[in-house]
């Protein structure tokens, strides 16, 4: 006589079928399911209205000091790297489905329901008013806010000596002193005159300069461009 070994699952199965049937476990199943979709749902409304609170009710003893920013940290971030500081409102791109886990977790975690979303990306994943790394962000009181989620690519490694001329007028017109000289450098000695001297070099320069210096202007207010100390937290696109 073969004695067949005892398969685990078909057991569990037979005991699930004499304690309910099949048509009434998938109703409960979906129940469950039709809850968790309504607990995403109120989520995800909750990010698009972007309701501004200053702090949510989280128990500290659960939180990750490494995920605590206080509001000068963020500012200083978005500052060197062009960065927005903005209300999840005006975030247009889709939101991973990793951020509602999280939240999810967090609200259960802590018993409250999370509000007052904020966002830190680039200025085009805003759907910003006309005058590459997403991170949602929640209030926790007193301008610190809690690091929910991050996704997307990682930005560029040299962006924030790209973005460096932006940060402020200083930065910019250093820049445009930097490309006026080298720009004079490549002027061919004796172009306007036999000897080629330091004056002349300086009245070029002069030259260089103002004419870059009028390009970026024009083009600056032609595009409503600001400088990054104080375009990281506007709404408005043209800033």
């Given at each position: 006589m073969e004695l067949h070994g005892t398969h685990i699952p078909d057991k569990i199965l037979e005991s699930r079928n004499k304690r309910i049937s099949e048509d009434v476990l998938m109703k409960e199943v979906q129940e469950i399911f039709e809850q968790e979709k309504r607990k995403e749902d109120l989520i995800l409304k909750n990010i698009?209205?972007?309701?501004d609170i200053e702090s949510n009710s989280l128990i500290i003893d659960f939180l990750e000091t490494s995920k605590i920013y206080h509001l000068s940290d963020i500012e200083k971030t978005c500052i060197d790297y062009r960065l927005r500081f903005l209300s999840s409102t005006y975030y247009k791109a889709q939101l991973p489905y990793e951020a509602i886990s999280k939240i999810k977790h967090l609200e259960k975690l802590h018993d409250t329901k999370l509000e007052g979303f904020k966002i830190m990306a680039p200025a085009k994943l805003f759907k910003l008013e006309n005058a590459d790394d997403p991170l949602l962000f929640a209030p926790?009181?007193?301008?610190?806010?809690?690091?929910?989620h991050s996704w997307g690519k990682d930005l560029h490694p040299f962006r924030k000596i790209m973005m460096w001329p932006f940060k402020q007028l200083e930065n910019f017109i250093l820049l445009l002193l930097v490309v006026s000289l080298f720009l004079t450098a490549l002027v061919p000695q004796g172009m306007f005159s036999p000897k080629y001297t330091t004056?002349?070099?300086?009245?070029?320069?002069?030259?260089?300069?103002?004419?870059?210096?009028?390009m970026a202007l024009f083009y600056g207010i032609k595009k409503g461009k600001n400088f990054s100390e104080a375009i990281w937290s506007s709404k408005f696109y043209n800033a």
């Open positions: 698009k209205k972007g309701i926790i009181g007193n301008q610190y806010y809690y690091l929910i004056m002349e070099f300086l009245m070029i320069f002069i030259f260089m300069f103002k004419w870059i210096a009028g």
